[in-house]
């Protein structure tokens, strides 16, 4: 007898009797699957022990073949009961048939668009909940796209008279499956930006702080975050960053303004284009300042800092409207806090508003910004905080290379030391870029560095996996073997070769993989072993080392390659003849190697090829060698007297330097062309970098006889001149004669030669007997295309004094 209009097979689906179930359908036929009820409901079994979750009975139901796309009276099928009562296991259990006749998802998604709002709940709860797991999303969410998921939700914001729990619920459904490539695609072809955009006007902070969720994920991309810029939300942003504001005041919750923060940083991610349009809005610089001024939650603070970051990053204009509103002190200050996270947000910031802004960094380091950086260097021995702090410091010396010089000395020895003793490879790269500037300059460091041991860190790096490293470090090893003018650091040599460094830049020399690294290798080797004879004993003696390695190299099809290469066996010949003869025999160099750097429009690769040029002189076969070194001379001091860049003058006189003690003949060639005069122009330079290559560089010149004259003649038209030569060449080359007349002329108290008039009778103002003035020496020399010979050098320079 049925109860409640329930046949025995309805109470028994329900009761999840399944052995029952299956003996009533054995017993009177398959068509009980499908008998409904005569309550008015018309459920199924299917859909009786779906609704009580019978799993055996569903189990045997499916087996025996029940319709699992039945309805009952109120269109309910299996999927919406799962959806209204939670069941997610039994949905998977139902997608898991893969029956045709069965789309779970779409049914899901249409429940979702239901004008009933306790179904779109049911639904999106459902969907929500498919989609929670790693493994449910990949299993689930495609199908859910692919179904129109996307739209319907978009669809669900837009309306009007929708609950703000659904449109919040439409929301996290987004967001669970934005991961997915194509999702943003259909936001942005959906207008779901300026959907977003609208529910900023919310007064609900969940629902607003939902849509900032979703415009910070979507618009890392610049495509959607320009339209959203287009869609006026910029404006719509800061009005919310400031009732946010005053809202974290009266102490409500603040996640709406860490969300609107990290949404605006999220913009001005995106590109260069967004971050020059965010500059547009007149409103954005106070509002970040007056942030900074008033806002004491340290969190706050963390993301705020982030968000100045991203605004200023890279973009001038951005960075100069931040100080003009007073933004950089209130950095300094966070920098001095007690909290590490909120010091390094600020530390993070100062670096992206001083990166290539001159200005910046000259505001942060007259309002005191370097000497808290420096306090948290020398305290701190965390990895993460010392890259913070000394990137910071590095971004602040700018691109000067004397103001990089001063703070590299600030920054000291011992902690670039541990920088290249620490684990971080960007603590790493950074001490040798900064070891490299310090150990470049005119000042002479090798001792100290030999003290802290540096030789053996750059050889240990040698093992490093990162090739930019091993490239810093190879570099590194020239500066510290060899100082300005190709003084010999001895200590240094010897300590490199001592620690293995030899068997390494021989390996790397011979057989890395990369030919910049190749002809790097073989430069550190020639710095190691000249003026050394023990070096040069064992490297000459290593049984994989041969020249042709590197005269390979002056045929790379890298021109920097070739151009080191020039460099490599320019210093294994400087001042060896022995070297020179095994450089020929091996194969040897022509002039078609120099000629191409020679015409060059970079005035540093033309002093390079005019170096090497004097120097291999002898060696370049199809060349006359007096031809050849005239050449070289003149155009390396025609540059000293040109207007160039600080590191092309300086280099410039430190090829004087490096020449004025090399074969019998050349300083005297150099002196004759107005060198020393040029040298002396160089010493009134406010750049450390060139007045200490210049003053090293008349160092060697005063033990010629005429470039002491010409030295002496100039100190006492300028009496500062002499005190900047002693004071670069204390310790090292300088000739007694002219220390001698100096002090002669001192005790006599000579009064200081008038530079306007010439205290020579017979001379012209400005002019002395027997020094070549720079209107003498003619015009520029051209250099021929096929061969020296085919030029004509107009200068008064002798060309016996450099035949060799």
């Known amino acids: ?214 415009i910070e994920a979507i618009v890392s991309h610049e495509k959607y975050a320009s339209t959203f810029l287009q869609c006026n939300g910029l404006p719509v942003l800061l009005k919310v960053i400031r009732q946010a504001k005053e809202s974290d005041r009266e102490g409500h919750d603040d996640n709406v ?228 003018s190709w003084i010999p650091n001895t200590e240094n040599q010897e300590m490199l070769f001592n620690s293995q460094g030899l068997s390494f830049l021989v390996a790397l020399m011979s057989y890395s993989h990369s030919d910049l690294l190749q002809a790097e290798a073989a430069c550190a080797l020639a710095s190691a072993v000249l003026g050394n004879r023990g070096n040069a004993e064992l490297l000459y003696g290593h049984s994989d080392f041969t020249y042709s390695f590197i005269l390979r190299l002056l045929y790379s099809q890298f021109r920097e390659v070739r151009l080191l290469a020039g460099v490599a066996i320019a210093t294994f010949a400087f001042n060896n003849m022995a070297q020179q003869k095994q450089i020929a025999e091996a194969g040897g160099v022509h002039w078609h190697n120099f000629q191409p750097f020679l015409l060059s429009s970079d005035p540093l690769e033309r002093l390079n090829a005019a170096f090497q040029c004097v120097v291999l002189s002898s060696i370049i076969p199809d060349q006359k060698p007096a031809s050849i070194r005239a050449l070289g001379i003149k155009t390396i001091v025609d540059i000293m007297e040109e207007p160039h860049s600080k590191p092309v003058l300086a280099l410039a006189a430190d090829c004087v330097g490096r020449l004025a003690h090399t074969r019998a003949g050349i300083p005297s060639a150099i002196i004759s062309i107005n060198a020393v005069s040029v040298l002396c122009d160089l010493m009134t330079s406010s750049s450390e970098q060139i007045q200490g290559s210049a003053a090293i560089a008349l160092g060697f010149l005063s033990f010629n006889h005429n470039g002491n004259r010409q030295l002496l003649k100039h100190c006492r038209e300028s009496p500062i001149l002499a005190k900047t030569l002693l004071q670069y060449t204390r310790g090292r080359r300088l000739s007694h004669y002219f220390l001698d007349g100096w002090k002669h002329l001192t005790k006599l108290g000579l009064p200081p030669i008038r530079v306007g008039g010439s205290i020579y009778p017979d001379c012209k103002a400005g002019s002395s007997p027997g020094l070549a003035t720079s209107s003498s020496r003619g015009t520029a020399v051209h250099i021929p295309s096929l061969t020296p010979s085919q030029f004509k050098v107009t200068n008064p320079l002798n060309m016996h004094m450099v035949r060799m």
Request: hydrophobic letters at 40%; one cysteine or more; glycine letters at 6%.
């Open 257 to 484: 303004l860490i969300a609107s923060l990290n949404s605006l940083g999220a913009i001005a991610r995106a590109s260069d284009s967004c971050r020059e349009a965010v500059s547009k809005e007149n409103e954005l610089f106070p509002l970040l300042v007056q942030l900074l001024q008033e806002t004491n939650s340290k969190h706050h603070l963390i993301v705020l800092c982030k968000a100045v970051s991203s605004v200023v990053m890279c973009h001038h204009g951005n960075q100069t409207a931040f100080i003009e509103k007073n933004g950089v002190t209130p950095l300094i200050s966070l920098v001095k806090v007690k909290n590490r996270e909120v010091q390094l947000s600020a530390i993070n910031t100062l670096n992206s508003l001083a990166e290539g802004n001159e200005a910046a960094q000259r505001l942060v380091q007259e309002q005191g910004g370097v000497k808290p950086l420096m306090q948290l260097l020398k305290k701190s021995r965390l990895v993460g905080t010392q890259e913070a702090v000394a990137g910071a410091l590095w971004v602040l010396a700018g691109t000067d290379i004397d103001d990089q010089r001063n703070m590299a000395t600030m920054i000291g020895i011992t902690h670039l030391s541990e920088f290249l003793d620490s684990p971080s490879e960007d603590l790493q790269l950074l001490g040798l870029e900064i070891f490299s500037i310090l150990a470049s300059g005119p000042k002479d460091f090798g001792r100290a560095l030999a003290g802290a041991g540096v030789p053996q860190l750059l050889v240990r790096l040698l093992h490093s996996n990162n090739e930019r490293i091993v490239l810093a470090s190879v570099r590194m090893m020239r500066h510290i073997c060899l100082s300005i």
């Open 1 to 214: 007898m049925e109860s409640k209009g329930w046949a025995p097979i309805h109470q028994a689906a329900f009761r999840n009797y399944a052995k029952q179930v299956q003996r009533i359908v054995e017993t009177t036929g398959a068509d009980q699957l499908e008998t409904v009820t005569q309550d008015g409901l018309r459920n199924t079994p299917l859909l009786l022990a779906v609704l009580r979750h019978s799993k055996q009975a569903i189990d045997v139901l499916v087996g025996l073949g029940a319709d699992v796309s039945a309805l009952n009276a109120h269109n309910y099928g299996v999927v919406e009961i799962c959806a209204s009562q939670g069941y997610t296991d039994l949905l998977e259990r139902f997608i898991s048939l893969k029956n045709t006749s069965l789309d779970v998802y779409g049914r899901l998604i249409k429940l979702f668009i239901s004008e009933d709002d306790k179904e779109t709940l049911c639904a999106g709860r459902a969907i929500l909940t498919l989609g929670s797991s790693q493994e449910g999303q990949e299993m689930h969410t495609p199908s859910l796209i692919k179904g129109g998921l996307v739209m319907v939700a978009i669809n669900q914001m837009k309306k009007k008279n929708c609950k703000e729990e659904v449109k919040e619920q439409a929301l996290s459904i987004l967001m669970n499956v934005l991961e997915d490539p194509s999702v943003k695609e259909q936001i942005y072809k959906s207008d779901g930006l300026t959907v977003l955009i609208s529910l900023l006007h919310t007064e609900s902070p969940t629902l607003c702080q939902g849509a900032l969720l979703m």
